[in-house]
């Protein structure tokens, strides 16, 4: 099976920057999208960005659009997360997860999953 490994997760205070990253280790299946997700205490996992293999589309959730980019490196296999401007709403668990649909914002598309990485933003 695919492995999904997140990375750079942690502290950070308000209006701070913060990157995540994951990586795919072993094998893949070919061309596929990458998507982030997170989840707070108390809610349900939310979309937060998502990318097409080639780069062409790019999507994010309203709320960290501006503040969040996502890209991705296909010789390595990695896809990241640059965030600014972070809020403590933003506090959440990320998880990273590919799929063989084109980037959409719906987990329910997406085959395999990192255990994912926690960001904590301080007020």
């Known amino acids: 099976q695919i492995h999904l490994v997140e990375s750079g997760g942690g502290l950070v205070q308000a209006g701070g920057s913060l990157s995540v990253s994951c990586a795919v280790s072993e094998r893949t299946f070919g061309e596929y999208a990458w998507g982030w997700f997170r989840q707070a205490p108390g809610k349900g996992r939310e979309f937060v960005a998502s990318?097409?293999?080639?780069?062409?589309?790019?999507r994010y959730v309203e709320s960290v659009k501006g503040r969040f980019t996502v890209s991705r490196d296909n010789a390595d296999n990695t896809v990241h997360l640059q965030m600014t401007d972070l809020k403590p709403e933003d506090t959440a668990f990320y998880y990273c997860?590919?799929?063989?649909?084109?980037?959409?914002?719906?987990?329910?598309?997406?085959?395999?999953w990192g255990q994912g990485t926690q960001v904590t933003v301080s007020s």
């Open positions: 997860a590919v799929g063989r649909a084109a980037a959409t914002p719906f987990d329910v598309d997406y085959d395999y």
């Open positions: 990318i097409t293999y080639g780069g062409e589309t790019a």
